[in-house]
Each structure stands twice: as C-alpha cells, then as structure tokens.
C-alpha cells in the first residue's frame, strides 16, 4: 500500500473516533524500519505512528489497516486516558479498537510474516537512498542513519542519550501486567544537522 493511501486511511479512521464521541488528535505516520519483532508502534510522548517499511510493502491491503487500527487505538485511548497509568492493550483500548472495526487482538494474525534479521554490509547500507529529508528525525544511531539513506559525517561526535523507564511504563506479556523498578537505556546518537545522504560504496573484486 502506497504511504499517500495509508495516511488517507490515517484520518479517515481519526474522524471515525471523532464521531465515536471520542477527542482526536491525529497522529503523524512514520513508514521506517521497526526493529525486533513489532511491525508497528505508537510514540505516545510526541503523538507519532511507525509502521515497518517491509510490511508496507508487502502486507496485504486488510493486515495494513488492522495494524493502523491498532495503531491509532493506541493514541486514541491514551489522548483520553483520565488515569495516572498508561492505558496499554487494556479495556480502554479494546473499546476504541472495537469502535473503529479493528479486532482487538494484541497481535498480529494475519498472513504477514516479517523477515529475520540479518546483518547488511556497509556497501549495502550505503546504497540506500533517502526517502525523506533528515530533518524528519530528531537524531538517530550511526546504523539508524544508514538505513533512513544518511550516514553521519566524518569527524562528528555522537551525544550520549539515557532514557529511564520507570514503574508501569513495560508492559509484560499478560494484558494488563507491567514492569515494576526502573529500567535504563543508553545510546550513542546524532541529530540530523550530522548527516548527509548516502553515496554507494564501490565494492572491491
């Protein structure tokens, strides 16, 4: 599916729960590589959907609007959260999903099946073109750039960036359940203003 047809879809679906007597703020769609086993998120801290480019490519017409479902359920039922807590795939979520004709499945069930990860070669990284300007991101890692088309400039130096995670903020496996203690994440990353597009490598005989 075209990303034009999905972001058609995006705010026809944000209208529907508009008229479900919910308040709406429709998310922006993003159409990157998600990494690990999802095949898509919603970014609640800056109101954002990431649907993984191979699935957009490659799933079928009704598995792509399931997952938007999904997706947008997500922003939805957290635009309209009155809790303290995250809302997750609890019953507020259920509800929005089942209000704008989605499944309420926490997983994907369809026919889909996303590729291993496998490791690319530089010269292959390198080739990748960008489908969007650089700005579209705030920052990424020296591989995250790669795969978006960029790669980071010679003598730029990365930023530490710490991200802590603290009480309900995982959700465990069972509906419902989360983590409890405080997780951190720490990574090295470049803002937009370091990179520039890709050039392909020549490959050595």
């Known amino acids: 599916m075209l990303i034009q047809d999905l972001e058609k879809e995006l705010m ?4 529907d729960a508009r008229e479900a007597g919910y308040t709406v703020k429709t998310p922006e769609l993003f159409v990157d590589p998600v990494h690990g086993k999802a095949l898509a998120f919603y970014q609640h801290n800056t109101n954002k959907i990431v649907i993984h ?3 957009v490519d490659n799933g079928t017409d009704k598995e792509l609007e399931n997952t938007l479902i999904h997706e947008l359920s997500h922003a939805v039922a957290e635009q309209n959260n009155t809790l303290k807590k995250r809302v997750w795939h609890g019953d507020a ?3 929005v999903m089942l209000a704008l004709g989605g499944n309420a499945e926490r997983y994907h069930a369809g026919e889909y099946k996303k590729p291993e990860f496998k490791k690319r070669p530089m010269y292959e ?6 489908k969007y300007e650089a700005s579209r991101w705030e920052h990424g890692t020296y591989n995250q750039w790669l795969t978006r088309g960029y790669h980071v400039i010679k003598g730029q130096k990365a930023t530490l960036k710490t991200w802590t995670f603290k009480g309900d903020e995982f959700e465990k496996l ?3 359940e989360v983590h409890t203690g405080v997780s951190r994440k720490t990574v090295l990353v ?3 203003t370091q990179v520039e597009r890709n050039e392909p490598k020549k490959v050595e005989a």
Do not use: N, S, T, V
């Open 12 to 15: 026809k679906l944000a209208q």
């Open 53 to 55: 480019d191979h699935f």
């Open 93 to 95: 979520w259920k509800d």
């Open 125 to 130: 990284l390198y080739a990748i073109q960008p």
């Open 174 to 176: 069972e509906d419902g």
């Open 190 to 192: 470049f803002e937009h």
